[in-house]
């Protein structure tokens, strides 16, 4: 499978822990991108990374969240002191200016937050 | 800024019938992208079919076509045939300029019924 992966896909956590999650990117894409998406909504974007510089965040994310994509290649997304309000779908896309920038997903992880 | 509405929360289509999905888009931007993706209850963001704001013909990809009205500023979906396999939440989305996040819609869902 050539796809955009993410790990794990679902997370359960208590609130006040830190999670992290993985992307990995189609192989040929050097952009990345994480999304939140809530119940009922449509995503919204969080950052972007072109190869390993992250050149755009969303004022959604908060000094609690890091993300880092340290080769160009994964992504990592950190949440540190979850809070119930974090509970949502994570997407990571990535894409290529080759295929006109089309962004495609991954399957997305699932965190909740009791 | 960049707004996309999309007013149907839910649409009931009986299988091989065609349905339209609106969408409409705002944004002061001259250069600009849409897109349609669909999400099954699997969660993963799957890409249909997309649109540039300087394309002169309406985009088309096998059953999905993209009915552009740029004076309206509307970009529906129109899937032909419908398959009780295209149940799922279907988003619009834009992308404006050089910019690179994609801005979202709320969704509509799509059942498909025999």
């Known amino acids: 499978d050539t796809g955009v992966s993410q790990d794990p896909r679902h997370k359960i956590t208590k609130r006040g822990q830190n999670v992290t999650f993985r992307c990995d990117p189609i192989s040929e894409h050097n952009r990345l991108y994480w999304y939140r998406q809530t119940l009922g909504q449509g995503p919204e974007f969080l950052t972007y990374f072109q190869n390993e510089a992250q050149l755009e965040k969303s004022r959604l994310l908060s000094d609690r969240f890091s993300a880092e994509r340290p080769k160009g290649s994964f992504s990592t997304l950190e949440i540190q002191r979850t809070e119930q309000g974090d509970s949502a779908m994570y997407l990571c896309?990535?894409?290529?200016?080759?295929?006109?920038?089309?962004?495609?997903f991954g399957p997305g992880t699932r965190l909740t937050v009791l | 800024a960049q707004k996309i509405t999309q007013t149907q929360p839910g649409m009931f289509v009986q299988e091989k019938e065609a349905v339209t999905l609106d969408c409409t888009y705002d944004?002061?931007?001259?250069?600009?992208?849409l897109f349609w993706y669909k999400q099954p209850s699997s969660g993963e963001m799957i890409f249909l079919i997309y649109q540039g704001s300087y394309d002169q013909q309406n985009a088309t990809e096998g059953r999905y076509s993209l009915n552009f009205q740029k004076a309206r500023k509307s970009a529906n979906l129109v899937i032909s045939a419908s398959q009780l396999g295209d149940s799922a939440m279907y988003f619009c989305?834009?992308?404006?300029?050089?910019?690179?996040?994609?801005?979202f819609g709320t969704g509509t869902q799509l059942k498909v019924e025999l």
């Open positions: 944004t002061s931007d001259p250069s600009y992208g």
């Open positions: 989305a834009m992308r404006t300029g050089g910019g690179n996040k994609l801005t």
């Open positions: 896309a990535s894409s290529s200016l080759m295929f006109n920038n089309e962004q495609f």
